[in-house]
T-cell receptor
Framework: AQTVTQSQPEMSVQEAETVTLSCTYD???????LFWYKQPPSRQMILVIR??????QNATENRFSVNFQKAAKSFSLKISDSQLGDAAMYFC??????????FGKGTRLSVIA | NAGVMQNPRHLVRRRGQEARLRCSPM?????VYWYRQLPEEGLKFMVY????????ESGMPKERFSAEFPKEGPSILRIQQVVRGDSAAYFC?????????????FGPGTRLTVL
């Protein structure tokens, strides 16, 4: 079964600095999608960024970028110029045509002013 | 251009009562997904529905839980004879097409508390 592992339950970063959140996954599929979701205290799930496995180029959305290492099954999220509003739970998720969305347990990010 | 709507946002039930959670997908979306989030956990898939059809219920407990998405009206997740372990946040997501080739848009969730 596909699994998603986030090994950092909590992370903190100084405002304006850069932080990287780790995610690894296990799959035997060759075609799949990976996502990072943000869940602020309001609990709303917000899609931050997504990556198609067949694309070699790492996805980027403004201050958010990923480091996708397909062979290593690693999908880390880098947040640059961290802002107070970035404080939230971050969930890594996996999807292939054969499974529903599978989420990791999350990383709680604190941003220190 | 309303997003996915869920109601109620908070629901309190006593053990043995029934809980009904409602989800109205985004306009034009015919695919609905329900997830459960236990405290300090990620979301876990429960069921995937299209209009009038259950496509995948592999994550749904076999007893006491049921879901529907009628031709008209919202999708309903029903939990009969609730127990304390059912206390969680329940999220609904919708998409215009199958799976996450189309992005799933999440509602704000319903937090169920069982006393």
């Amino acid at each position: 079964a596909q699994t998603v592992t986030q090994s950092q339950p909590e992370m903190s970063v100084q405002e304006a600095e850069t932080v990287t959140l780790s995610c690894t996954y296990d799959t035997s599929e060759s075609d799949y999608y990976l996502f990072w979701y943000k869940q602020p205290p309001s609990r709303q799930m917000i899609l931050v960024i997504r990556q198609e496995a067949y694309k070699q180029q790492n996805a980027t959305e403004n201050r958010f970028s990923v480091n996708f290492q397909k062979a290593a099954k690693s999908f880390s999220l880098k947040i640059s110029d961290s802002q107070l509003g970035d404080a939230a739970m971050y969930f890594c998720a996996y999807y292939s045509g054969n499974t529903p969305l599978v989420f990791g347990k999350g990383t709680r990010l604190s941003v220190i002013a | 251009n309303a997003g996915v709507m869920q109601n109620p946002r908070h629901l309190v039930r006593r053990r043995g009562q029934e809980a009904r959670l409602r989800c109205s997908p985004m306009k034009g979306h015919s695919h609905v997904y329900w997830y459960r989030q236990l405290p300090e956990e990620g979301l876990k898939f429960m069921v995937y529905l299209q209009k009038e059809n259950i496509i995948d219920e592999s994550g749904m407990p076999k007893e006491r839980f049921s879901a529907e998405f009628p031709k008209e009206g919202p999708s309903i997740l029903r939990i009969q004879q609730v127990v304390r372990g059912d206390s969680a946040a329940y999220f609904c997501a919708s998409s215009p097409g199958p799976g996450s080739y189309n992005e799933q848009f999440f509602g704000p969730g319903t937090r169920l508390t069982v006393l």
